[in-house]
């Protein structure tokens, strides 16, 4: 610890941004880490006073982190899949006291493999196949309840460094970023099983032709092919609910076969 009981230092200015959270490099002070590069992440929305408000955001952390160590002991890729670990911290001389986390700097190429919402990049289709089916795997796995996505991060000889992870669920208990039922739906749309995944449950496109209508079906092609071409979700589409039930039923059939 440094004389003046800093865990990081972090620059004024964020070097990032997404649509919820703002991101500024840091140096880590503690003596295991000293000297070691680390991101503080902002809520874009202000200040954050309270350190329940990220309790959603570490609870996402924590499930993503759990559904990778399982996905690993199923030695499905070479690669394996990690997460980064993340704390919340105190900003010093704020007053209110401000509330921030913290995870260390992922050195390396960052890459964004797939969103919450169907888009999944030429990448993660090619070379870094364990991305998807690592989506898809914990679909199943959950049995239809959760996904992990939004994955980006980076990637080396020891297997994928991740940040900032979303999940899905058919209960949208996991805050904003939760696209529940409607993200399932567009990356199951988009998603091409690959080597790893192939034969994998997984619900089709077909599986709803005369149970939802046609105009509902051209919709979801159009935002498909909208998602295709950008890593933002501003293409989102909620079901109404009567369609909503029908795709639901249909991927848990699938997911719990």
Not at 51 to 64: F, N, Q, V
Not at 148 to 170: A, K
Request: aromatic share 14%; proline share 5%; glycine share 8%.
């Amino acid at each position: 610890m440094n004389p003046f009981g800093f865990v990081c230092t972090f620059e004024m200015k964020p070097f990032a941004e997404g649509r919820f959270r703002s991101a500024y490099k840091g140096i880590w002070t503690t003596p295991d880490k000293f000297g070691k590069l680390c991101v503080v992440k902002k809520m874009r929305s202000g200040a954050v006073f309270t350190p329940t408000a990220w309790d959603c955001t570490l609870k996402i952390y924590d499930r993503a982190r759990t559904l990778a160590q399982q996905f690993n002991r199923g030695k499905y890729s070479n690669f394996p899949v990690q997460f980064t670990d993340t704390s919340t911290l105190t900003v010093n001389g704020s007053f209110p006291r401000e509330y921030v986390v913290a995870e260390d700097f992922l050195e390396g190429n960052f890459l964004k493999w797939c969103n919450n919402y169907g888009y999944i990049s030429p990448k993660a289709r090619s070379e870094n196949i364990t991305m998807p089916a690592f989506v898809h795997w914990s679909w199943l796995y959950t049995k239809g309840q959760e996904m992990v996505c939004d994955l980006q991060g980076t990637r080396d000889e020891n297997g994928y460094h991740l940040t900032d992870p979303v999940i899905l669920s058919l209960n949208n208990m996991y805050g904003e970023t939760d696209m529940g039922i409607e993200g399932m739906a567009m990356f199951f749309m988009n998603h091409e099983c690959n080597d790893i995944c192939k034969g994998w449950r997984r619900p089709r496109f077909e599986s709803f032709k005369g149970r939802i209508p046609g105009v509902t079906l051209a919709a979801c092609k159009h935002v498909q092919h909208q998602v295709n071409n950008a890593t933002s979700y501003r293409f989102d589409m909620r079901f109404p609910q009567p369609i909503k039930d029908i795709v639901t039923r249909v991927f848990l059939e699938t997911a719990q076969a």
